[in-house]
Nanobody, 117 residues
Framework: QVQLVESGGGLVQPGGSLRLSCAAS????????MNWHRQAPGQKRELVAA????????LYADSVKGRFTVSRDNVENKMYLEMNNLKPEDTAVYYC??????????WGQGTQVTVSS
């Protein structure tokens, strides 16, 4: 059974930092490109960051460039999102996604990030 489990969310003040983790089981993460998405209340789910299978290519939404860093550890079967200088508009549920083409696509259950003073 494939599972993606996000952790590391919480309440943080503006300007603060959080590090999200996505732990995979039931799949070999190195076979999958990985994405972080987020969805704020009443908003569509949006792509925040993406990382290639080997971790040598990344891309970011304009709204998080320079503040967020995506990384992965294929040995530990995990992906991370380092979030710095957080803003209230970063408040959302954050989801990780494994994209494997013919191997399938999988989603985690999400972790809540709230940025508020």
């Amino acid at each position: 059974q494939v599972q993606l489990v996000e952790s590391g969310g919480g309440l943080v003040q503006p300007g603060g930092s959080l590090r999200l983790s996505c732990a995979a089981s039931g799949i070999t993460l190195s076979n999958y490109a990985m994405n972080w998405h987020r969805q704020a209340p009443g908003q569509k789910r949006e792509l925040v960051a993406a990382i290639g299978r080997a971790g040598d290519s990344t891309l970011y939404a304009d709204s998080v460039k320079g503040r967020f860093t995506v990384s992965r550890d294929n040995v530990e079967n995990k992906m991370y999102l380092e979030m710095n200088n957080l803003k209230p508009e970063d408040t959302a549920v954050y989801y990780c996604q494994a994209v494997g083409g013919a191997l399938g696509n999988y989603w985690g259950q999400g972790t809540q990030v709230t940025v508020s003073s």
